[in-house]
């Protein structure tokens, strides 16, 4: 892995998992992001939260398929095929070795004078957030086009799916590496990535040279901005949080509880120190139901994604790594923790540093593949940074029957 400054890493890294197969595509994390922190003159067309609809859809337009495309190119030009080596699977590389190039090897490669490879979009391309906005692939049986099966997993014939998009506070950011300035910085308490706004001559090598394009112009100040990690909030704060960080504003309005925002713990060589009970470290290390956006870019992007169930794998594998078929499988059938830890999202705005399980009876016995798979009552407890009980759900949701003289006559 290169990387143009010499290692450092922060004690804790902001980390976020976001389950695709919930989100209801209603914007609200986009709304509360841009009510937070850009509704000034010169942000309006800035959404540092996004949802744009896969396949088609993309904010700035075509943007993966565009770095994509350069990736592939760079590849074909020196040679070299970008795969991933199975075989090298463990603790800290859960999804096997990548072993084609980087945007920043790319970059090297091919002797472009820049730290990674990118392009600056135009004005246009970040016109339409929405762009192409529930539109699915074309399905080409049927009377009319209309599928008289319905859809059934493991793929649909038709699909599309949401993909919940901010700032990866990446563990090597090609935006601080592309900054002329050394304005963009990684904070040491939590890896938040925040650009210096004193420093910032709005020279856009950040947004040319993220692949996320997660780093945005604005006019009115010729200066760079993106996702601050509400970092007032991690910090503990916000005048609700009574001193302990708390989840961002864009994961704690989301309605279809498909995220779950924290800190894990990092040791001095970069990697992440093993605590099961972290339900991000549970998610992502033990479990492994959630992938890293687009791996192979080789910025090791922290806001990792449970993929959804219904979409061809090949274009998930592309998206998410080799780790899909492995994460879909253990969250069609989840272990009796994993569906446990799954009623932590959106059951507290505060982050939750440490989880247990109460156990709870058997309420239902199914066969899955041939093999049976048991639902178990079990009830969650999450816990602040101060050790305080934030959070208590159990799996079976509690029902409460209106007694006939409060009956809804509406
Ligand atoms: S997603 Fe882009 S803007 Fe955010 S830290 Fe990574 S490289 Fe920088
Ligand atoms: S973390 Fe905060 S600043 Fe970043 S996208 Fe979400 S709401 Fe916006
Ligand atoms: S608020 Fe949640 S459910 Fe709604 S679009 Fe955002 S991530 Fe999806």
Redesign the pocket.
């Known amino acids: 892995m290169e990387y143009v400054y010499p290692e450092a890493h922060p004690q804790k890294q902001f980390v976020a998992v976001f389950n695709i197969n919930r989100c209801i595509g209603c914007q609200t994390c986009t709304g509360a992001c841009k009510a937070t922190w850009t509704f000034s003159k010169g942000q309006e067309y800035m959404w540092w939260n996004n949802v744009e609809t896969k396949p088609y859809g993309g904010y700035p337009k075509y943007w993966d398929v565009k770095i994509l495309q350069m990736l592939d190119e760079a590849h074909q030009t020196v040679g070299k095929e970008a795969k991933w080596n199975p075989s090298g699977t463990g603790e800290q590389s859960p999804y096997g070795v990548y072993e084609g190039m980087t945007i920043t090897e790319a970059a090297t490669e091919l002797n472009t004078g820049q730290q990674a490879l990118g392009y600056l979009p135009e004005d246009h391309e970040w016109s339409a957030p929405n762009f192409y906005e529930d539109t699915s692939t074309k399905y080409k049986g049927g009377r009319l086009g209309i599928s008289e099966e319905g859809a059934t997993l493991p793929v649909h014939q038709t699909w599309f799916f949401y993909l919940q998009r901010i700032?990866?506070?990446?563990t090597y950011?090609?935006?601080?590496a592309a900054c002329p300035r050394k304005a963009?910085y990684?904070r040491q308490e939590d890896g938040i990535?925040l650009i210096d706004q004193s420093r910032c001559r709005g020279y856009r090598k950040?947004v040319e040279?993220?692949?996320?394009?997660?780093?945005m112009y604005r006019g009115t100040t010729h200066t760079s901005e993106?996702?601050v990690a509400c970092y007032p909030r991690v910090e503990g704060k916000d005048p609700l949080s009574d001193g302990v960080p708390m989840e961002t504003r864009c994961m704690a309005v989301c309605p279809g509880k498909i995220r779950l925002n924290g800190l894990v713990d990092i040791a001095e060589d970069g990697t992440w120190v093993e605590d099961p009970q972290n339900p991000l470290y549970y998610l992502i290390r033990v479990e492994k139901v959630a992938l890293p956006l687009y791996p192979q870019f080789g910025?090791e992007?922290n806001i990792y994604y449970i993929p959804p169930r219904w979409v061809p794998r090949p274009y998930l594998r592309q998206m998410f790594g080799p780790g899909v078929d492995e994460a879909i499988e253990r969250y069609s059938a989840p272990s009796r923790t994993l569906l446990a830890l799954l009623q932590l999202f959106r059951a507290t705005q505060k982050m939750v540093f440490r989880f247990e399980i109460e156990e709870g009876p058997l309420v239902r016995e199914v066969e899955r593949n041939g093999q049976v798979w048991q639902m178990y009552n079990d009830t969650v407890i999450g816990f602040d940074s101060k050790g305080n009980e934030v959070a208590r759900l159990s799996v079976v949701e509690q029902m409460h029957e209106r007694p006939p003289e409060r009956l809804n006559s509406i």
């Open positions: 700032c990866n506070h990446c950011p090609a935006c601080a963009i990684k990535v950040c040279q993220c692949p996320y394009k997660k780093s993106k996702c910025t992007p």
